[in-house]
Nanobody
Framework: QVQLVESGGGLVQPGGSLRLSCAASGIIFRLTDMGWYRQAPGKQRDLVATSARGGSTTYADSVKGRFTISRENAKNTVYLQMNSLRPEDTAVYYC????????WGQGTQVTVSS
């Protein structure tokens, strides 16, 4: 069973940065494509970025050039570096496999506000 634990969220001013982390277990991490997702209040959960086992990455248009996904296979951990944050980035951020498994973590809240 996949288990995912996200951390690193918080309150940040517009233009600020945060680094999210996600520790995964129950999967062969180095062989698994991973993704970061986010859900804003009243909206559906959307895919933000993916990190393929082969090293390639993809990004939603709304975060391209500002967010960077990376992974550390030795630690079964995937990261999301978020720069130039905007109020519209406010959401609960989740990691999961890509395509997502049925098991979601608790997520980590990111609030961008002055």
């Amino acid at each position: 069973q996949v288990q995912l634990v996200e951390s690193g969220g918080g309150l940040v001013q517009p233009g600020g940065s945060l680094r999210l982390s996600c520790a995964a277990s129950g999967i062969i991490f180095r062989l698994t494509d991973m993704g970061w997702y986010r859900q804003a209040p009243g909206k559906q959960r959307d895919l933000v970025a993916t990190s393929a086992r082969g090293g390639s990455t993809t990004y939603a248009d709304s975060v391209k050039g500002r967010f960077t996904i990376s992974r550390e296979n030795a630690k079964n951990t995937v990261y999301l570096q978020m720069n130039s944050l905007r109020p519209e980035d406010t959401a609960v951020y989740y990691c999961n496999t890509y395509f997502p498994s049925g098991s979601w973590g608790q997520g980590t809240q990111v609030t961008v506000s002055s």
